[in-house]
């Protein structure tokens, strides 16, 4: 076939399917479609330049007019602006869009393809379609150009052949396939054709297919080269790229802003007699509340700032600074910003906002400028304001973006509490009692919650240094002392070379063959781009050997990009995950079996000999995952209603799998523990990428129970490795406790944010005696501003030293919680596939979900240890992080001693 009739059938195919759609060729319609600047159907907030876009402005082109065509974002934020609302890679912003609520497009994705009276809703409908992207983008575009939008409909057509040259799409009776690239120049020919005033062409583009006769897309060979406009767009439209009004006009003097926060009236320090000043009543109860009896003396104890010293700060004489700079005049909200903690602090605790919230900011500014400025005297202060929300305040609820999910102030308070006692030992303080129990918190109705509280108090802490110093001075003899004996052991789980025991001070460790063991663990899932469970291509990582060597390409072909150039030279040879793990001080990997047919085990999937050679060669374990049910592998379950552990079928589908796993598996030394389920106690309402479909939520009880008969069974099957669950924070601990008595390790995912997991490790303990696993965590390394996109390993490691720390810092006998034995950082490699904001095959610079990371978001495809650079070489190219760097350290220290000093943060690196 040549190419002239090539490109008339994918013409003819876009023609035929927009006629179908209703979308553009019906009489009558011409003019407005073609009109340059003339009457619009309805408008456009956010239209962005108002030029045609310089691609090379913004990006790379690679491979133009051959097969490894591939346009490559440099300025994220910059095209976004420029491309304007409706165009590639801006997706979100007609959600900013005032029509974007008027039109009400949330319940009607999937009927894009239906005729639409409504310009703009069908506008909207078809920027957030289920579709695949490039089809998506060509009717977005048609969709603008049928309704007077002449310039947007042209960046929109462009955009769909920079970005998706090889998108495709069928006819109706799929009898053929059309490609929209082809479709795409044909009508920004026509849309030049008829406005001849704009002065443009469109020049260079070619699109070269092979094997183009049939309707099996995976044979086509295309060339493409993507053209560009010349001449000047001669109508004026917003020149900003988006309203003037969205700007906050900035009033604040930015020198003031760097002024070092001191305190007028500090008042006393944290070790505050509560009971001095009032009554508490209904400790660790639902109704607990503390009375005030002296307010003017608590207010002078607490000192400026803290409640009820509401107006205290007005006398400190940085507040009149502060109001002459202009600070006080925007919105205490628009001051929350950490690298300027003097005026957050004045805007904060002088706000007209509910007193919990409120104080809390407070703090955050006070913590900030004591780190800062090295201050104790603004530390301690900010732990008396978090401590002040655990007295005054413990039911103040926050809601996160989009109201997603809601969080209580008194949680996070109690976590920014044992944060900064652990991170500054020199405050020789303790917190001791406090809880914040919230039951039913996970409905997003903080109305049917009961907050149960006790705020807890601080003692002194007299250092064991300090304690030996007092003691020489009293004239006995300084003598070196013999190391404190261990307390004795109360209790085991597992009898076997892997143990967990527990000892008299409620501490808890892992032993393997007697020696103490702590988990320091990766989730390996290594995904070749352009593989993905959505549409089912994601292949098994222990079988995946795409070099045909005879070996699975991760574990052992992999090689570091050491200069990040994104080809292997001479001196970048094979490695493999393998050996780059053992370098690392990986101990285990974390990974998921999949079953076939959906109900079944499957024996081949286990690789046997790969994973003893992962042991034998590396020393690396494995921690072998059952999903139970989330996202209904295993259960037979229909997807859109969830796994459900009332039924009997799905129960013994998903035993069945189990009891094969463990016989299969059980005598194998790489084993170390079972883990059951991943996140199944998530709102089985929430529909995003990460979103289980279970109703263990629902259900508690029922999953409670099947949790224990399986756990139960695995014990009968292999008494010798523990089980243990893979849980979504902290919610349903109290069911395990009841019901599921035979878990033996409590797994928690948690992204609590860059100061370590709080007060997780403390609730643990309260509300369920077993050791803890951090069974995920970790953080993105893209940090998505306003102004730029980038890489910011630096922040992503800091995130993970804290968290590790504070593992191990809550491990036993470390000072902390005592129920720590380890965790698994999710995860090794980025994932491209996970975003589902974009094509799998191209790495998505999007903020996926709002989560405490650097940005306040989560980009879900960016949350690896390693990259796959530009991904041309995957799977086996693998560009190590900063972060890898910090493990390296952490997790290799032979002498006890520098671990611990090292993981406690106390020894200066």
Known sequence: MTRTKMLSKYALGACLLLSIAGCAGKKGREGTASSAGGKTTFPIRYPGSEFLIDYEKYGEFRGAGTTEFQYVIKDHPGLIKASGEGVYPNIDWVKRDPLWEKADVKPAHLSHWKEEK???????????????????????????????????????????????PKSASYSQDGKYVWYVAPAARQQIEIILAKNPALGLRFDGFDFDVQNGDDTDLRNDIIKVSPGKFTGEWVAKQNPEGYPAEDYIVETRDPETRKIPLTLEAPGEGIFIDYGKYGVFEG??????????????????????????NTTGVRQNPLWNIMEESGWMKNSHWENVDFKAPTP????????????????????????????IQNDMTLIAHAIKAYHAIMI????????APEKAYLWYVANAAQSKILYLLEKYPALKAEYKDAFVFVENEYDIKPENDRVICNPGRFVKVVPKKEEKAAKGKKGKAAKAEAPEARPAQVAQRGKGEVQLRKFANGHWQMFVKDEPFTIQAVLYEPTTIGDSPHDFTLRNWQQVDVNKNGKADGPYDTWIDKNRNDRQDADEPAVGDFQMMKEMGVNAIRFYHMPKNKIEYDKEGMNKELLRDMYKSYGIRAIIGDLLGAYTVGSGADYAVGTDYRDPQQCANMKNIIRDLVMDNKDEPYVLMWLLGNENNMNNQYGGVNATKTLAGVYPEAYGRFLNDVAKMIHEIDPNHPVGIANLESQLIETYEKWAPEIDVLGIN?????????????????RFDRPVVITEYGSDVLSVGKDAVKEDEKSQAEYHRNAWENIVY????????????????????????????GPKEIHQY??????????????????????????????FLRQPREV?????????????????????????K
């Not at 957030?128 to 049928?146: D, I, P």
């Not at 005054?392 to 809601?399: A, L, Q």
């Open 118 to 164: 409504d310009p703009a809703r069908k506008f909207f409908m078809w920027t957030q379609a289920w579709e695949e992207w490039g089809v998506r983008q060509f009717f977005t575009a048609v969709t603008l150009n049928e309704n007077g939008h002449t310039l947007q409909a042209l960046k929109a057509f462009h955009a769909t052949i920079v970005h998706f």
């Open 283 to 308: 400790l660790g109860t639902a109704g607990y509340k503390y009375v005030i009896k002296d307010s003017a003396g608590l207010a002078k104890a607490v000192g400026e700032g803290i409640w009820p």
């Open 344 to 371: 957050m602090y004045f805007s904060w605790a002088t706000a007209g906002e509910d007193p919990g919230r409120k104080l809390f900011y407070t703090a955050e500014a006070l913590k900030y400028a004591g780190m």
């Open 392 to 399: 005054h305040f413990p039911g103040t609820v926050m809601y």
């Open 750 to 766: 948690s992204y609590r944010g860059p100061e370590g997991f709080g007060n997780l490790f403390n609730y643990a303990h309260l």
């Open 810 to 837: 809550n491990s036993a006998f470390n000072g902390g919680a005592g129920n720590a034995i380890g965790g698994m950082i999710f995860e090794w490699v980025d994932e491209w596939w996970k975003s589902n904001k």
């Open 846 to 875: 999007t903020k996926d979900s709002p989560m405490p990371f650097q940005d306040g978001w989560s980009s879900e495809e960016w949350l690896g240890l390693n990259g796959q650079g530009l991904g041309r070489h995957s799977p």
């Open 884 to 908: 890898c760097s910090y493990y390296k350290k952490a997790w290799n220290r032979s002498d006890a001693k520098e671990a611990k000093a090292l993981a406690s943060g106390r020894k200066k």
